[in-house]
C-alpha cells in the first residue's frame, strides 16, 4: 500500500513536470532568438563569453541587460547601469507581488525561489494557470516552466557570444535594432491600453536628448529615466481622479 502511494506521488511529480516544460515551450522557443540577439550585442560591445553568461545567470532580464550593454558600449559607469536598470526592473517587484497572491497554497520553500524566475513573459503564463497552484505538487509545474525559460535565454545567449566573434561586424550592427524593438514591443500593449503611457515614453525620450548635451549619455539615461517616471506617476494620478 506505501509502495503505492510513494510511486502515485512520483508520477503526480513527473506530471507536474512534464505540463510544466510543454507548457514553457512557448517561452523558450521565444527567448532563444532574442538571447541570441543580445549575446552577439554584448560580445560586440567588448563583454566576455564569461561576462554576457554571468549576466544572463545572475541578472536574467532581457530588457535590462539589452540596456546594460547598450550601456557599456557607450561606456557608462556601473553605478549608473545598477540605477538605470533597477528603475527598469521595478516592475518585478509588483509582479512578484502578484504572484504571491496567486500561490498562498504553495510552501514557503517553493514561493521564494520561483519568484526569482519571474519575467514579463513567463508571469503572463503562469496568470492563465493558476489552478496549479491549488493542486499537489504544483511548485513542480511552476518549476519547471520557469527553468525551461530560464535555461533557454542562458544557451541562447551562450550562443550568441559565440557567434558575436564569428558573423560579419556588419551584420551584428544591424542586430543593434532589437534593442529598439524589444522597448517597444513592451511599449505597445501599454499604449493601446492608455495613451498616457506612450506620452511618458516620449517625454522620456526628449529628456533623454536634452540631458545627453550636459551631461555623459550613461547619466542622461538614468536622469530621464527617473525624471519621466516621476512625472509619469503625477500624471496618472491626475488623469484618474
Known amino acids: 500500500m506505501a509502495k503505492v502511494m510513494i510511486e502515485r506521488h512520483s508520477s503526480q511529480k513527473i506530471k507536474m513536470i512534464q505540463n510544466g516544460f510543454l507548457t514553457g515551450l512557448p517561452i523558450m522557443f521565444g527567448y532563444l532568438p532574442i538571447a541570441i540577439t543580445y549575446g552577439v550585442l554584448a560580445s560586440q560591445s567588448g563583454m566576455t563569453l564569461m561576462e554576457l553568461t554571468a549576466m544572463s545567470v545572475f541578472v536574467y532580464a532581457g530588457a535590462a541587460q539589452f540596456m546594460g550593454a547598450n550601456m557599456i558600449a557607450i561606456g557608462a559607469g556601473s553605478i549608473e547601469i545598477i540605477i538605470a536598470t533597477f528603475v527598469l526592473n521595478f516592475r518585478h517587484f ?50 519547471s516552466l520557469m527553468l525551461t525559460a530560464y535555461l533557454s535565454w542562458v544557451l541562447g545567449s551562450v550562443l550568441g557570444g559565440i557567434l558575436g566573434d564569428v558573423i560579419p561586424e556588419s551584420l551584428s550592427m544591424s542586430m543593434g535594432i532589437a534593442l529598439y524593438a524589444m522597448f517597444i514591443a513592451l511599449l505597445i500593449p501599454s499604449v493601446k491600453v492608455e495613451v498616457r503611457y506612450g506620452v511618458i515614453a516620449v517625454l522620456a525620450m526628449i529628456f533623454n536628448y536634452l540631458f545627453s548635451m550636459q551631461m555623459d549619455q550613461g547619466w542622461a539615461i538614468v536622469c530621464s529615466t527617473l525624471l519621466a517616471s516621476f512625472i509619469g506617476t503625477l500624471f496618472v494620478k491626475v488623469v484618474e481622479k
Open 94 to 143: 509588483v509582479m512578484s507581488l502578484s504572484f504571491m497572491n496567486r500561490s498562498k497554497n504553495l510552501d514557503l520553500k517553493w514561493k521564494a525561489p520561483l519568484s526569482l524566475g519571474l519575467t514579463d513573459e513567463s508571469f503572463s503564463v503562469v496568470s492563465l494557470h493558476t489552478k496549479e497552484a491549488n493542486e499537489k505538487n504544483g511548485g513542480y509545474f511552476y518549476a
